[in-house]
């Protein structure tokens, strides 16, 4: 009995990471060598705790989608979604409450808050959440998590929270870091760097954590870091994501590991869904891998070669970027188009496409002769 799993993370602007696992899996299920065809092909859209992140496991978990009214980033009020999982969990994503994307015309970087993001949590608690993940990216602030703080009223109140970052900046870095793609110039990154230098000394006389020297508390402006400061554990986006959508579970017995994203480079491969997936796949002991993408560099496909490598001594967890990719096909849906816009404007068809290519890879290397 053959069995795949389809598990990629969304292909930006153009295909859910639901939608992409059904493309995908599409082309598995056509996929036929010599009358063989996979028996099973399971369908687990994942995210690494950014953008999509509640998509992703209500998809994958089913549940339910609930509104509340809450502030904006500059201030307006916007309806922002949140999710209850079956298990209890409320699921909220930061850029639904405080995204980048909320803002009409220029952002603001001075005044941008987190506040809707807290509002969102308490909305989440109010609807019968036991506990929460909060996903973090697409932000428009960097105000260290003050917002939410505040409208949390600087506690959880034994609320367990578990914040999914899909970055490990540091809590001082994320003005340097996030500030200019959120609108600051050279003279406002500096003078954001010196608020969250304040912030981090008035969250350590006020709760006791030093924020400083937590790993992933710069994302989302600082957020995550605010939100630690109450008591919230910060965690790798994928892992926390992947656990709660089973993804060890949906590995058992699994033949071939499908995965994919919009763009796949180096940053992929660095607590990313595609990396993760592929590294947790190999120390399993998945033999056959494949990631589908948008687009992939060129230093990528290097590694993994143009037919995927023959051998699979190297591809083990901790060997590197070529000993991960060593035994791995990787494909590009622009490469299959003349124009590099077909490929958006294709991308479900071109994705099956490419699953079909992918399954016969498959399917031939497990009918080979052992």
């Not at 996929?31 to 994958?60: I, K, N, Q, Y």
């Not at 959440?129 to 949390?152: F, H, Q």
């Not at 034994?158 to 996030?178: K, M, S």
């Not at 003279?187 to 969250?203: G, I």
Request: hydrophobic residues 45%; proline residues 3%; glycine residues 14%.
């Amino acid at each position: 009995m053959a069995v795949a799993l389809v598990c990629p993370d969304k292909f930006r602007g153009t295909l859910s990471a639901a939608g992409a696992a059904e493309a995908l899996a599409r082309g598995l299920e056509a996929a036929e060598l010599d009358r063989r065809r996979f028996d099973e092909v399971r369908r687990l859209p994942l995210a690494d705790g950014g953008e999509g992140t509640l998509d992703a496991l209500l998809a994958s978990q089913g549940g339910s989608r609930r509104h509340a009214p809450v502030t904006g980033p500059l201030g307006d009020l916007v309806e922002a979604e949140w999710g209850l999982l079956p298990d209890g969990t409320g699921v909220v994503e930061s850029a639904r409450a405080s995204g980048l994307a909320l803002v009409d015309g220029p952002n603001d970087p001075l005044a941008a808050s987190s506040r809707g993001t807290g509002e969102l949590i308490r909305a989440a608690v109010r609807g019968g959440a036991k506990r929460i993940l909060v996903a973090v990216g697409g932000s428009a602030m960097t105000d260290g998590g003050l917002g939410a703080v505040d409208a949390l009223g600087w506690s959880l109140k034994g609320l367990q929270v578990t914040v999914a970052c899909d970055v490990t900046t540091p809590f001082l870095d994320a003005a340097r870091v996030f500030g200019p793609q959120k609108g600051a110039t050279a003279a406002q990154v500096a003078l954001l760097t010196r608020r969250l230098e304040r912030l981090a000394e008035v969250y350590h006389q006020r709760t006791g954590c030093d924020v400083l020297t937590l790993e992933h508390a710069g994302a989302a402006g600082g957020l995550a870091g605010g939100l630690a400061a109450l008591g919230a554990r910060l965690e790798p986006g994928f892992e926390v994501v992947a656990r709660a959508a089973g993804f060890e579970a949906a590995l058992d017995g699994v033949d071939l590991v499908l995965t994919g994203e919009g763009r796949f480079d180096r940053t992929s491969l660095d607590g990313k869904v595609t990396g993760g997936v592929l590294e947790w796949s190999a120390s399993e002991g998945v033999a056959h891998r494949a990631v589908v993408a948008g687009q992939v560099a060129d230093d990528l496909k290097a590694a993994a070669g143009e037919e995927g490598a023959r051998t699979s001594e190297a591809s083990q967890p901790g060997a590197g970027v070529e000993g991960l990719l060593a035994d791995v096909l990787v494909l590009s849906l622009v490469d299959r188009v003349w124009q590099e816009g077909e490929a958006w404007a294709r991308a479900g068809l071109l994705a099956e496409e490419a699953a079909v290519e992918v399954g016969r890879w498959a399917l031939e290397r497990l009918t080979r002769p052992t």
